[in-house]
């Protein structure tokens, strides 16, 4: 990945977290920004700093340890609330439909495999689809700060059906999604070992 210049890296560290949109450890931001862990740490805290005292900016940073994520302001939060009925009152948007169908097949499934598989984020449908009950989310066996998602029995119930597996052509459809799957799944694990320090790196824990 190309090192961007500093004066870039503000604008790349409020795009990466954006488009993340779930809570993203120290290393893995260092790692996308081209920077290492300590620089990288400041320059959240500086971004988190600007968001706090920046009137005219809806989002804050939030902070567990080393992980990070975009939230709203508190007095924001009334527009989450409100696009989430208007979500309930209305039917599926087409984009909705789209993401529940490779839950549904692919399932249980990492949300950056959605992103993939769909060419763009998937967090707010996730969100509204979750609250809507139609899908639920549990820990990674493997990876930290990581969720799959299957389709929950609301859903199976509302298709009138047992399993997943008798959705029409699920064998057809989940080997086609599962391509697609593979593909995310080894850009994932790249990445993953890439972010592994090495026995001589000082950065090891």
């Not at 977290?17 to 920077?35: I, T």
């Amino acid at each position: 990945m190309e090192t961007l210049r500093y004066e870039a890296k503000y604008a790349a560290l409020e795009a990466l977290l954006f488009y993340y949109g779930e809570p993203m450890e120290l290393k893995r931001v260092a790692k996308f920004l081209g920077m290492d862990e300590k620089s990288a740490e400041e320059l959240l805290i500086e971004f988190g700093e600007v968001l706090g005292r920046d009137e005219r900016r809806g989002l804050l940073l939030l902070r567990n340890g080393n992980v990070f994520q975009l939230g709203t302001k508190p007095p924001f939060h009334k527009f989450g609330e409100a696009l989430a009925q208007e979500e309930f009152k209305e039917e599926l948007t087409p984009a909705a439909v789209e993401t529940l169908s490779i839950i549904a097949y692919l399932g249980p499934v990492t949300r950056s495999t959605i992103d993939f598989i769909r060419g763009v984020n998937s967090s707010f449908i996730l969100r509204s689809l979750l609250m809507r009950g139609l899908v639920t989310r549990a820990p990674h066996e493997r990876k930290k700060n990581v969720f799959e998602y299957s389709a929950s029995f609301d859903f199976l119930r509302h298709m009138g059906i047992e399993s997943p597996g008798a959705l029409p052509e699920y064998d057809r459809y989940r080997r086609i999604l599962e391509e697609f799957g593979v593909t995310a799944a080894a850009q994932e694990e790249s990445e993953t070992t890439q972010e592994q320090p090495s026995a001589e790196s000082p950065l090891t824990e």
